[in-house]
């Protein structure tokens, strides 16, 4: 096994996590990526092995409208802050993934302004996709609509270059591997051009590309990423437990398993972009939930907060993500109790994950299928290992992992 089969990541989005303005407010230059170096112990003891960070890069608001990708946003600190993260992190084993926006920048990025500035012959008019004979004057493409991000040419080699030099420069400053922002609305071309040549430099780094829908393994295939988010088994886990409908989850865990023929998917029950599974299911529910994230085959993560139970729904309006991307205390004497149970159910899951680590590629099996209750089976890819899965919905909660032999791994209790 490799580190990334190893891996369990701890999912943070920085500007929230330290209470950065993000649209208002006092956007004075703070250290407030410090603030994370408090809490890396608490990520060790939570069981995993990794930071997986939301955008740090220099950007207008939210850090998906970046203005300059070499340098660590004003709101979050400088570089002195951030080598001491790295630093930091390599004391105390975890692995460091940042998140690149390589779709789209914000609409004031000055090369952009540079570009519209120069017209469609200067030196970096191919970096972006202008439409540079518009009525009215140039009409620089926008990403889904909003009209504050703007696409990158994918067609040309100026971004080719320019996503490369990026990902180099961080990857020279130690991190691991690199997140894909919106990979789905890239062509995967644009990444069979840039990942290769990246690697030849980096032959150890990571990359996760952010794909909600499509042919998961023709994609993985195609643009060379290592794997990509898996939103199938999300949402099928959430919403199984929710209706309740087994069948459901027992469909997608087949799919599933179609997946890891290929490559080892990106798991996970919760993100920056999606309301958070106590909001969903319950406290209850979110620890069933990930009873059964933790129990097959992927490269799984923790959203922060998720792990003390938070809530927070994600809505469709301006500001609409704020209530899943809270800001956390300055360290973790700072959090309330009521989020102990959770925390510590957890921290028991994840280290029975740590314990069976051929659990990265576990096929499953249906060993007994009704909508409110199902037992399936977890088994090593060479057969030599599994763990039965029992989850009962029909009257009171229950859930319990068994070994081969029989004997209780894990039970649910009643929080």
């Not at 890891?260 to 958070?276: A, K, M, Y």
């Amino acid at each position: 096994m490799n580190w990334v089969e190893h891996a369990i990541w701890w999912h943070v989005y920085p500007l929230g996590f330290a209470g950065a303005p993000i649209r208002d407010g006092d956007r004075s230059p703070a250290p407030r990526l410090r603030r994370l170096l408090n809490w890396l112990d608490y990520a060790v003891e939570l069981g995993a092995s990794g930071l997986l960070l939301g955008p740090i890069f220099s950007s207008a608001s939210h850090g998906y409208d970046s203005l300059d990708q070499l340098s660590i946003d004003p709101r979050l600190g400088g570089d002195a802050d951030f080598d001491d993260l790295v630093a930091a992190c390599r004391r105390r084993g975890l692995r460091l993934v940042l998140d690149g926006v390589f779709s789209h920048v914000g609409a004031d990025h000055p090369l952009l302004r540079r570009a519209l500035a120069e017209g469609p012959d200067g030196e970096t008019a191919d970096l972006f996709d202008i439409d540079w004979r518009a009525p009215g004057g140039p009409r620089p493409r926008v990403f889904e609509g909003h009209g504050d991000l703007v696409r990158l040419n994918h067609a040309g080699g100026a971004a080719v270059d320019y996503t490369a030099d990026v990902m180099r420069h961080w990857l020279a400053r130690g991190i691991d591997g690199w997140r894909l922002d919106a990979a789905y609305s890239v062509p995967a071309e644009f990444w069979a051009r840039v990942l290769p040549a990246v690697r030849r430099d980096y032959p150890q780094a990571w990359f996760l590309g952010e794909v909600i829908h499509g042919d998961y393994a023709e994609i993985v295939a195609d643009s060379t990423m290592d794997t990509l988010t898996q939103y199938e088994l999300w949402k099928a886990i959430w919403s199984s437990l929710t209706d309740p409908n087994f069948f459901e989850l027992d469909w997608n865990l087949t799919r599933h398993n179609t997946f890891l023929d290929s490559f080892t998917p990106q798991t996970f029950i919760g993100n920056h972009d999606v309301t958070r599974i106590a909001s969903r299911i319950g406290a209850e529910g979110a620890v069933t939930a990930l009873a059964i994230l933790m129990t097959v085959g992927g490269i799984p993560s923790i959203y922060y907060g998720d792990e003390q139970g938070f809530t927070g729904v994600k809505e469709e309006r301006f500001g609409g993500d704020d209530a899943v991307r809270p800001a956390y205390p300055e360290d973790p004497s700072g959090l309330a109790p009521w989020g102990a149970p959770v925390l510590r159910a957890h921290q028991q899951l994840i280290g029975l994950r740590r314990r069976h680590p051929w659990l990265v590629t576990a096929r499953t099996e249906s060993l007994h299928l009704e909508n409110a209750r199902y037992t399936y089976r977890a088994s090593a890819a060479d057969g030599a290992a599994h763990l039965d899965v029992e989850i009962d919905l029909e009257a009171e909660r229950r859930v319990v992992i068994r070994d081969a032999a029989g004997e209780v791994l894990w039970s649910q209790e009643k929080l």
